[in-house]
């Protein structure tokens, strides 16, 4: 679910990282907060923070810094 990007389904998801990995001077730090399995252990939740790096097209540094949530 990338800002200004439409929904990523499928095999769409590998397509949309796959690009963000090949921009150039990107890095990607993430830090989980928690880490919740649920009851029965079938499913869990991640929450943490993101930090994105990379050369805008301009080449200049930037920085994106957010939060995010894996089911």
């Given at each position: 679910m990338a800002p200004n990007a439409p929904k990523a389904t499928g095999m769409a998801i590998r397509s949309a990282?796959?690009?963000m990995?090949?921009?150039?001077g990107m890095s990607l730090k993430?830090?989980?907060?928690?880490?919740?399995?649920s009851d029965d252990g079938t499913m869990a939740y991640d929450v943490g923070t993101y930090e994105y790096r990379y050369r805008s097209?301009?080449?200049?540094?930037a920085t994106d810094k957010g939060k995010y949530l894996v089911v």
């Open positions: 990282w796959a690009g990995f090949k921009t150039p993430i830090s989980p907060v928690s880490i919740t399995p097209p301009k080449g200049r540094p």
